[in-house]
Structure formats: structure tokens, C-alpha cells
């Protein structure tokens, strides 16, 4: 993409309003804007990284045997009166009337409806397991709607569900989604650590994918040897303390809660009456689990860790990041359309700075974009030989002829 | 795909509630499930429908050089008080308040939040003309709710707005935006008629893109010769005079509107005070154009031209089929799960009935399905040389070694 038809303009100063790392980047860099507390605009270079983590988050819940749908934003209330959450969550819903006043919620999360679409369709046991899941816009009433895209009361989440024939089952299953988000999270360059949280009265845990950030709200207790952590709410050891996995020593962090599963066995599908014929004939309640991935929020968090404050530049972990290749021009030169429309045809994302603009203007807005990889064409350059290649692995001089990302 | 694995259970009768042949097709072959009146889920084969759309109205969109973001759902008074809407359209809105009391809606479309996102970032003519577009679902407070996924409280749209710095060059958009959207359309396997509208106060006219169906509720006078259309608003001519184009014979018909373009100008960005400084260094108002397209609204229109209702069957248009081919077994051979390997690793989408069940159930529910191309393998196929394939052109014998689609 030519950067002079790109929707980018970058702003000098922090915004007097952002009260975080991600808060403040997204909205200088252009990546997105605030429209009111809690509510941001993805504009179109951090609609790009959306798009990067959703593929991921897609091809991962694929690979886990998920089959993805779309469910809906307005819920009408004697779906959520079954479970019993229409009075009891109130607090954090929106609530609103239609037009001849029946009411409903914007949904901030969906185990009513897949459970009202599974008790439709799915009968008998031979169907089971059933993994779907949704990517979608979700709505929380939330009145400490803070730090940028970490929380919100507009946001994107992956939600997955799973059906089961027995607890054996889903433990089979909930196993195997663990995998999947050390897989999805590894892909989002995020460090995230598996954290046991409490499992309600159904289960002794859940288990939440914790990244490890000062920005993070929540207390883990955790191992500085092994792989041992647990969430402040159901912490038995304190900081200090011997690991009882391990005998190491405990260690405490804020961290930002990136996904969660979640055995919920008939939690909500008992109160739904939700049943499937068992081999023997037998009525039986379906044995869920949940899975949810904070799209946006894991937008957020990898800004929180990856972006340099100090150095006022941001370096996207590679498969997110809003172009490959930053291709940065300085002075006339006929060569940088050359390498742009090759490694375009290589099948590089490759955002070409062609603007008339200065050196400095040229790599300040470069260290925001964060692309991984920076070609750099000046005389310079050409007169040691060619093109300066910057990337994590730092600086060379490469020919034009052989470039090779 | 394993036909075994797939979330598919269709349904023998017409939902009683069904008002009209996409109602009934979504839910009898387990695309969508009714939520509520005006609400529906996309179960996994609607959803990949839907994608399908998805991805060709962005191609579209990408190729006329607009840029896509995310806007929110969720909107704050103060934006739609500027342009006077938050009075004047209420009834069609969703209104809410949040936990402190702030009065919002949902966003049925987004000339405020664009016009606010654009006035904050471009200033010059030089970043002129611009065009940004989203996919997103959009709500409207819709008492008449009805047919199906053609008009509903919660549907997908893409929208489009353009700012240029002069009427000429809005004008040169807006009539390369028409040709974006006959290639959408004709991707979309519908005959879209262009068919001019009310330009409200500011423009002679703004343009539909209509398909002339039964269910359709717009009146559309139309030539049997040339493509003079004109909607029944501001029609001068009624059914059975001459042509003023051609002199050809005026027909009327009802139409379903999948798509809309409209000339703006500075009617939203003129009372938002949305100016950029032109060329000779004069603040000057940003003249826009808008550009709707239905995405469920289209998935719904297809069904309702496709679905043959004489033989309860649907064939999807090739580039939005839930599969490309639909390979089914019957009774027990070892020649099935061979093909669908090669078919799958030739790049092919292939539902693959590898059920145990009759031939007439697995006939009923391809029939719904609606997979363009369909293949056979039975006992009789094999000694007839090989596989009935069959789609549009018919049905033959094909040499398993010889399939070619």
C-alpha cells in the first residue's frame, strides 16, 4: 500500500485522556479513536491487526474441530429468565425495549442462545461432541470502562461452546482447548500463563490464559521455577511462600486475563433443560464447557508489552502486524518502486512510504506503524551499496538483487 | 467436510411462522435459527454463506480503493444531536442508557461517526478524495419485522462513505461505485437493476440496486428494452406507457433493495462543520457520498431467486455455495473417501455424506444443502463406469480417474 493514500495521521502528543500504554498508542499511531469511555473506532491500520488475531483465533478453533457461527446481539429476556441471569447480572447489562416494549439485552455473553440452538437441533447422543463458536461484537454496561481497548463496553470476543455426552468427554476436551490458546496466544507473540481461577460450585477450577503486564488488573500467584499459578480469588500460598508444586518460590504479578475456559457441566444447560438421548435410551443433560479469547483485549495487551516507551516505538510481533515490510524512500530515487512492486508480488504486505516528507517525520511515523522488517532506500544507502534492512536481528546493507525477507 | 461432523439438521416441515421462502429455506435446511421476530442466528452452513458474500463485497470495495475499519455500535447522543437525527428518526432507534445514566443508540448506520472520525483527521484537499467502508451489523427498531432475513431488527450491512473535495469528483466516485456494485451482484448470482430514487433535497437523485423478485416490497417502474428504472416515489411515467429513453413499453414490478448509493454532498457534513482546507488555502465543507450494501438482506434475496419451491430445492450461485460440490455415498464402497481426499487436496470445498443413512434422506437434504455441483458414487454409478456427477448443465457418467470440475 502506498502510504500517501493510506488513512494515517499520527499525532505528536500523547492524548490528555489516556490513562494507558494501549490508550494512548492506538490513538497517536491512528490505529483507532475514542468515541466515548470505553467504545473505540478501529480505523483502518488497527482494523488490520484486528483482522491478523481474528484469523488466528479462526484457524486455531478450526483445527480444534470448532464449527464457527453467528448469533445475535439482541436477546429477548425469557431466554436469559430460564438460566435466571435476566435479575441476577443486571448490573452490567444493557437493557433496552423494541418497539412495542418487549424487553431485551444486548448480549455480553451467549449460553442461553447456543443452549436454546443446541436443544433445537441435537437429539441424540451420537452427535455429540459439538464445539461452536462465534466471533463477535459483545456489550457490557461497564462503569470503569478503562485502558483503551483492555476494557470496554464495546468489544470483540471469541466464544466458543462444547457439548458432551459425559464429564470423561469434555475433560478430553477441555485438555485439548488448552493447547489451542497456548497455540493462539504464542501466534499473538503473547507469554500468556495458564492460571487456575475458581470453577464455581460445578467444578473445582476454571482456568484463565494470563499475560503478565503491570497494566494487568488482576493478582496471580505463581512460580518462578514451574509452571504453577493461581488467581488471587482462590490463592492458598501468599508471595514468598514455597511452590507446593515444585518447592520454588512464589511469585506475585498483575496480570490481564486474555481468554478463559470454563467446565461449566450443566450449569446452564440443567436450568434450560437441555437434554440429548444417552446409547441406553436415557434422557441425559448436556455437559458443557465454554472458551472465550478477548480479540480486542489481546490487541490491547500485546501494545502493552511491545511497545517501547521510552523509545516512543511499537514492533509488532509478526504474524499481527499491520504490514510486513516498511518500506521507507528518502530523496529521488527510481529503485524503491522497483522493490515494492517485487516484494509485493512475492506476496509481501508492504506499506511504501512515497510521501515528499522528512527523514524524521518519515521514521517517527514508521515507529508507530511497527511494522517488523524496515527497507530503508536513500542515496545513502546506495552509495554503501544498496538498501539498509532494520529488524529485530538489527541493521544491514543488503544489494537491491538480493533482498530476501 | 464429514457430513457426520457437520452441524446440519434439517427439518421435514415449513416452520409454521414462516412468512415467505427464505423464512422457510434458512430454517428447514439448518442455516439460521429465529431468535425472535426480526432476529436470527446464522447456524454454520448460513454462516459460511455469509462469508462467502462477505468476502466478495470487500474485494469489491478494496478494488474501488476504499479502506476498511470498524465503527461502533454503540453511540453517544451528543454525535446524532449535531445533525438533528437524534429527534427526528427516533422511532426507527434503538435507544439505551449506560450505568450513568448517558443517553445512546445503536447505530442503524454511521454518516456521524465517519464524519467525526474524518473531521479529526484530515485537514487537507491533498488527503482528498477518501473512501472508508465497514462490515458490520447494524439495528433497527423495526415493528414490521418480517420475511425472513430480509427485514430485520439486527442484519449485516456494509457501508461505504466517500469525501471529496469537489461535486466533479464525487461525481467520478459515485459512477464507478455503480460498476463496483453490478460486480458485486453478479458475483452474488443477482440481476440488480440500477434504479434511480429520491435525491432528497440536495441531489436530483441518489440510485437503488433492485432485484425484481415477488417478495420484494418496492414498486418499480422499469423498460422492457432499456435499463430505464425508476422507483415508484418519484415516478413520472405508470405501467404500460412508453419508455422517455427508448420508447420501449413501462412495466411495474416489486423490488427487493440489496443495495443503495446516494449523493450526500454536504447534507451530514455541513451541519457537523466537517471542513478541510482546499488549494488555495479556502476552508471548504467535505462533499460526500454513501454507499449501502444488505449482506443478510442479499444471502436472503438469492434464496428467495434460487429456491425452486416446486422441488423443494435450493442451488446455491457458484461463488456464494455453502460447498462447491456435495459427494455422496451410497451403500458401502471404498472409492468415496478417495475422491473426496483428491477433491479436497485439488483446493476443493467438499461436504462429503459419509452417513449411514437412505438414499432419500441423503437426496432431501442435499436437495437443501444446495451444493452447485453434486457427485454419486453407488453401487449402480460403479457399474456404470464411475460417479454421476451432476449440476446445471445435467447429469452424466464420469471415469473416476477422469473427474475434472
Sequence with gaps: MLQS?????????????????NASYFVRACFAQKQMSGAYALLPLGFKVYKKIEKIVREEMNALGGQE??????????????????????????????????????APTHEEQIIDIVRHHIKSYRDLPLALYQIQTKFRNEPRAKSGLLRGIEFVMKDMYSFHASEEDLNVFYEKSKQAYFNVFKRLGLDAKLVAASGGIFSKYSHEFQVLTEVGEDTIYHCDKCDFAVNKEIAEVKEGDNCPDCGGKILVSRGVEVGNIFPLKTK??????????????????????????????????????YYDSAKNKMVWPKEVAPFDVHLISLGENTEAEKIYDDLTKKGFDVLFDDRDTSAGEKFAEADLVGAPTRIIISKKSLEQGGVEIADVDGTKIVKISEIDL
Excluded: H
Excluded at 273 to 287: L, P, S, V
Design 69 to 106: 457461527l453467528l448469533m445475535n446481539v439482541l436477546q429477548p429476556k425469557e431466554l436469559w429468565v430460564e438460566t435466571g441471569r435476566w435479575e441476577s447480572a443486571i448490573d452490567i447489562f444493557f437493557k433496552l425495549t423494541d418497539s412495542s416494549k418487549k424487553e431485551m439485552l444486548l
Design 268 to 305: 446452564w444447560s440443567a436450568p434450560m433443560n437441555a437434554t440429548f438421548t444417552d446409547k441406553d435410551g436415557k434422557e441425559q443433560i448436556f455437559i458443557m464447557g465454554c472458551y472465550g479469547i478477548g480479540l480486542t483485549r489481546s490487541m490491547a495487551t500485546i501494545v502493552e508489552v
Design 5 to 21: 493514500k493510506l488513512f494515517l495521521k499520527t499525532l505528536k502528543e500523547t492524548p490528555a485522556d489516556a490513562d494507558s500504554i
